[in-house]
Nanobody, 121 residues
Framework: QVQLRESGGGLVQPGGSLRLTCAAS????????MGWHRQAPGKQRELVAT???????NYADSVKGRFTISRNNAENTVYLQMNSLKPEDTAVYYC???????????????WGQGTQVTVSS
């Protein structure tokens, strides 16, 4: 089994910052792409940012210049630094990871349980 656990969400005022962390654990042989998505109430889940195992990144236009995704391959962890937060960034943030499992060698896309980010004064 593989588990992804997010942390770092919370309540922050507009213009503030938060750093999300997602740690993968379990029967992991290697991790390929990792990413962050978010889902606001009444809306579909949307991609926020992705990062390859080699460090190539991609961002949604709405967060470019404000959010930074990074990862620590040795610790199977991905981060999302969020600056200049806006009320429209309010959502549940989910991390995902494409994991090659030790036991079978199969590659699956795993998801975390989500962490709430609320931007409000």
């Amino acid at each position: 089994q593989v588990q992804l656990r997010e942390s770092g969400g919370g309540l922050v005022q507009p213009g503030g910052s938060l750093r999300l962390t997602c740690a993968a654990s379990g029967s992991i042989f290697s991790i390929y792409g990792m990413g962050w998505h978010r889902q606001a109430p009444g809306k579909q889940r949307e991609l926020v940012a992705t990062i390859t195992s080699g460090g190539r990144v991609n961002y949604a236009d709405s967060v470019k210049g404000r959010f930074t995704i990074s990862r620590n391959n040795a610790e199977n962890t991905v981060y999302l630094q969020m600056n200049s937060l806006k009320p429209e960034d309010t959502a549940v943030y989910y991390c995902n990871a494409f994991v090659k499992r030790q036991a079978t060698g199969d590659i699956y896309n795993y998801w975390g349980q989500g962490t709430q980010v609320t931007v409000s004064s």
